[in-house]
């Protein structure tokens, strides 16, 4: 609500003020008047020009035309890159497709560091799943070692 200080260091001054029991107190003790908005467009302009609650926001405005570009991988290890402008986002997973959309070279070095990076994990998980599969079969070796030598006791 608007209100007007009539007595006081800012006697004679407008300013807005929540519509509390303070308020409504300082108002009946003559101390400031409460001025009536002149319309509907002016109460909502004064009232709810901050967001009606805590929660809403509002979405930061963006420049027309700046774009973030970044580069990560998925969940699977994919790599691809991300172009943002405004609420928009587009996924790029071949650097062909990210260059022509006009990709910086930075992001572009960086997709294919993470492509060369995929590429030697391939191999190196190739290497991995075969250490795994001689490493089992020593161990059923062992297995049929060690019941081999228990049932010999026995």
Not at 98 to 105: L, M, N, V, W
Request: charged share 25%.
């Amino acid at each position: 609500m608007k209100i007007k200080f009539l007595s006081g260091p800012r006697t004679g001054q407008t300013d807005h003020a929540p519509n509390s029991q303070e308020i409504q107190l300082l108002a009946k003790a003559g101390i400031i008047e409460i001025i009536p908005y002149k319309n509907f467009v002016e109460f909502m302009s004064a009232e709810h020009a901050q967001g009606s609650h805590p929660s809403n926001s509002n979405v930061p405005q963006v420049q027309a035309g700046a774009v973030e570009w970044s580069c990560s991988t998925l969940h699977d290890g994919r790599p691809v890159i991300w172009r943002k402008r405004g609420n928009e986002t587009a996924r790029f997973e071949s650097e062909a497709q990210a260059a022509h959309h006009g990709a910086p070279e930075s992001e572009l070095k960086k997709f294919r560091d993470f492509v060369a990076l995929l590429a030697g994990a391939g191999s190196a998980q190739a290497t991995l799943e075969r250490a795994k599969r001689e490493q089992l079969l020593r161990q059923e070796e062992d297995k049929v070692g060690r019941a081999g030598v228990l049932w010999s006791r026995a």
